[in-house]
């Protein structure tokens, strides 16, 4: 990018694809005046990143921090706009960070204090949604986090029923920052429930704290939730855990996020492998055809040429003794 090489590590598609590159050659931090920027800054940012917007915020607040996080989120400063904006981002004082997650419809907002421990460890922990559904990407997205997970594992996302327990836990999320909260139904992904010891016949919905590879806990006496008494029993898990009154398990089968990475580099390192060795048969073909076409080794080239010497030998002393 401008001339250096860099890893690349985002979507594949085409139309995202154009996104991200978009996203690199974009300035660390735009500058964004009146509504219609703000609004044509977070259309064409797109939905796969999250965008931050300083609200009446100095753009050297987030500069390095933008640097820092370049491939990871989009970052902005807003100088002048309208209530109507305040309303549509909801915040109500500035200055202030607000953090966009369009494909999660999700937002968060930060008030401060703007130093940059603190404008720092918002960014970090807002660089994912406040409760996400686990799935591979996410997976991938949770390898660079060392945040404990709080999971809750339901029947069926969609459920109105699980719509609202995730109301609950985005509620939950933003009062724990120090957690990630995830989801995921059995409906959606059975096999990533089931290393959890979690499927159909289970006593649904149910809460752990998964530590992104072998190990999980379970809080003794919060297995699974209760219809009706959801959010008692979200916190009384927490305080479970926060004081330890965990029982430790490990997960059935290898890990998880290890097990997904490892598969990606094995099908690229199959990839590579296969296209090296088409490249060398096709050398190898190339120089074949380029040697020029040889008659018989040279042991059979001596032997023919000391059976013509022997013939003419035979030849001339035959015709001596004619003579």
């Known amino acids: 990018m401008h001339g250096i090489p ?3 590590h985002g979507p594949r598609k085409a139309d995202l694809l154009i996104r991200y590159l978009k996203k690199f050659v974009a300035p660390d931090v735009s500058i964004l005046s009146l509504d219609t920027s703000i609004s044509d800054f977070v259309r064409g940012a797109g939905t796969y990143f999250p965008i931050y917007i300083g609200f009446g915020l100095n753009e050297t607040v987030i500069s390095d921090l933008a640097i820092n996080y370049k491939k990871k989120a989009w970052f902005s400063v807003a100088k002048d706009f309208s209530e109507d904006a305040m309303i549509l981002y ?4 500035v200055p202030a960070l607000v953090v966009l997650h369009p494909s999660y419809n999700q937002q968060n907002v930060f008030y401060g204090p703007f130093e940059d421990e603190f404008v720092g460890n918002f960014i970090k922990q807002n660089l994912l949604p406040l409760a996400m559904p686990m799935n591979h990407e996410t997976l991938k997205l949770l390898n660079d986090d060392e945040r404990k997970i709080v999971l809750t594992i339901v029947q069926d996302e969609n459920e109105e029923k699980s719509q609202k327990l995730i109301k609950l836990l985005k509620a939950a999320a933003s009062a724990n920052h120090d957690l990630v ?3 995921v139904g059995v409906k959606q992904w059975e096999e ?5 010891g979690a499927n159909e016949k289970t006593n649904l919905p149910k809460m752990i704290i998964w530590n992104g590879d072998e190990e999980y806990f379970s809080v003794i006496g919060s297995e699974s939730l209760d219809d009706g008494h959801e959010w008692s029993q979200i916190s009384r898990f927490l305080e479970g855990y926060r004081e330890g009154s965990t029982e430790k398990k490990i997960v059935k089968g290898p890990s998880v996020i290890m097990d997904f990475i490892n598969s990606i ?3 690229r390192a199959v990839y590579i492998i296969a296209f090296l060795v088409a490249i060398l048969m096709l050398i190898r073909k190339l120089s074949k055809d380029d040697e020029p076409h040889r008659i018989g080794t040279m042991e059979e080239v001596d032997h023919a040429e000391s059976s013509e010497a022997e013939t003419n030998s035979s030849e001339y002393g035959a015709r001596k003794k004619e003579d």
């Open 265 to 267: 580099i094995g099908i």
């Open 90 to 93: 909801e915040f109500d004082k």
């Open 6 to 8: 860099v890893d690349y």
């Open 192 to 196: 990533f429930a089931d290393i959890f």
């Open 181 to 183: 909260f995830g989801y």
